[in-house]
């Protein structure tokens, strides 16, 4: 365990000198060079404390080279989003742990969300704009776009695995099984699309409006619209001097002002409103496709006994995947995640094949 939290630092470390590397603003790119010295010297005082060498522990884990990938592919958008899902984590537990045991929490615990900000702050040439480009990086969705990937993708296989295996136990894996998996497939996928649609677009609409009324504000009483923003700086900490003038730098732009606004008043992120519904409605059927597709495969091949294990054996690999492909954004043990969820997909697979026995013997 203590090895392990010293490579989270170290991945950390790397994570945060890749993002570094790819920005192109100087005071973020500082920003996230100072947090990459500052996991680094966390990792330096861990393996002093236990006696470990660092240097043949500072290679970054296929977890961080994973990211990096994903970074270099969709955009390191996506990798701050992990981070900061899993800085959340790691102080959530921390704190967690404390109150358990009667420790006195000290306030350090808190995600490093706060302490990337407050470096920025701190940038003598800090501007409106960076501090509002750096909010919005860190609202990214990016954590949350590569779980909803994941976890569509486990809907799909442990939902069709399920109701494939209580047709077959109804049946023996004869009549009806590829019908019924590949309409549990394309049902199961249709509704999440249509889900993911209706979604988005009540999303969009709901905050399309909010964001009318905001420009109406700006057009009608800029100056208090100027007041109000440098309000909401100087309760982030900043000096109300700079707050002021920060305000008043932005508000010289009333497309950027209300950008800027929308994002720290009604803490709707712009960028968030530009996916398409379509879109994300087509990617939930693929990803809800893909994962429903592998319990149906062997049945399009064979029947019986022969293709229930074939199901099953398939199942458990795409489990597995699901299951260390959740620990890009967990940081838990590659095996401990990915054997628990093959555990519990088998679990509700076996639950199912157990009625569909009874109802089969029943009807028999």
Sequence with gaps: MKNQNIQTEIDASYLYGKLADNETDGAIANVFRQMSDIERSHAEVFAKKENLNLENLMKPSW??????????????DYVLGVLMDT??????????TKKRNKVEISGSENNHVSILRSILEKEKRVTGQQLSKFESRHRSVGGNAIRAAVLGGNDGLVSNFSLIMGIAGATAGQDGVLMAGLAGMLAGALSMA?????????????????????MDEIENNP??????LALIYMAKGIPEAQAQEMAAEIMKNKEHAHEVLVREEL????????GSAVEAAVYSFILFGIGAVLPVLPFMFTDGTKAMVWSVVLSAIG????????????????????????????AAAAVTFGIGKLIGVSLG
Aim: aromatic share 12%.
């Design 267 to 274: 803490g709707i992120n712009p960028e968030e409103l530009k």
């Design 87 to 96: 800085e959340k984590s790691i102080s959530s537990a921390v704190i967690a």
């Design 319 to 346: 489990l597995f995947l699901i299951g260390a492909a959740i620990t890009l954004f967990t940081g838990r043990n590659v095996w401990f995640s990915g054997f628990r969820q093959v555990l519990f997909g088998l």
């Design 223 to 228: 100056e208090g619209e100027m007041r109000e």
């Design 63 to 76: 977890r961080a080279k994973t990211l990096n990938t994903i970074g270099r592919v969709f955009g390191y």
């Design 194 to 214: 249509l889900g993911e649609w209706i979604s988005v677009k009540s999303s969009q609409e709901l905050y399309e409006n909010q964001m009318q009324i905001e």
